[in-house]
């Protein structure tokens, strides 16, 4: 279970504190009620449970941009797809998005290779451009809203 949020102080480390901070909350869809019910029952089973509480620090976004490298600088087989081209804030709810799209574009291009030929020489490049073609919009609304908010940190 995840208790997170943009520079939360005093972060929840029990089963009521969880239960008091998901409370805390306000949305315009109220929480479910099997969740306090389900941190109850938690707190009065935690000699049964032995939970772990860890404090988790977001990294920087980042956006790796391979379509931008000059002729010859990667291989022409490697592909990159997933957080390891674009890591968003989780807060914004886009990573899986992203790496779902990175692995249509990718199954495209192997579905177009034909069976027993050699990888082109230009598949790594024409795959990054695509992909970019298909991602950078979402790296370009983070950007805008994640300025909004004083204590963003990228790595561009
Ligand atoms: C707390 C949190 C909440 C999130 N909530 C959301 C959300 O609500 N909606 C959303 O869309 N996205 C969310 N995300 C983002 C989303 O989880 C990621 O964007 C997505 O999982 C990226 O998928 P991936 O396959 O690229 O990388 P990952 O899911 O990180 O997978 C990479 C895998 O590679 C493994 N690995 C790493 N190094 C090596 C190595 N050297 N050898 C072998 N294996 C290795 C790792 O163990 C991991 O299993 C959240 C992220 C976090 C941290």
């Known amino acids: 279970m995840t208790a997170g949020g943009w ?23 109220p929480i479910d009620l099997w969740v306090p019910d389900l941190m109850d029952f938690l707190h009065h089973h935690l000699d049964d449970l032995d939970p772990t509480y860890v404090d988790l620090k977001i ?3 980042s956006y ?3 379509q931008k490298a000059q002729t010859g600088a990667i291989p022409s087989n490697f592909v990159a797809i997933g957080n390891a081209v674009m890591a968003v804030n989780p807060v914004f709810g886009q990573g899986m ?28 490049k024409r795959f990054f451009a695509l992909q970019a073609a298909r991602i950078d919009g979402i790296w370009y609304v983070i950007l805008c809203r ?6 963003s940190v990228f790595d561009v």
Do not use: M
Not at 7 to 29: A, C, M, N, W, Y
Not at 97 to 124: E, H, M, Q, Y
Not at 146 to 151: D, E, M, Y
């Open 7 to 29: 520079g939360v102080t005093g972060r929840p480390h029990s089963p009521s504190e969880i239960k008091q901070f998901l409370l805390d909350i306000q949305s315009p869809v």
């Open 59 to 61: 990294p920087p976004c």
């Open 64 to 66: 790796i941009q391979y």
């Open 97 to 124: 998005a992203k790496a779902c799209i990175g692995a249509v574009t990718l199954d495209r291009f192997l579905g177009c290779l034909r069976k027993g030929k050699s990888i082109p020489t230009n598949f790594s």
């Open 146 to 151: 994640a300025f909004s908010l004083t204590n």
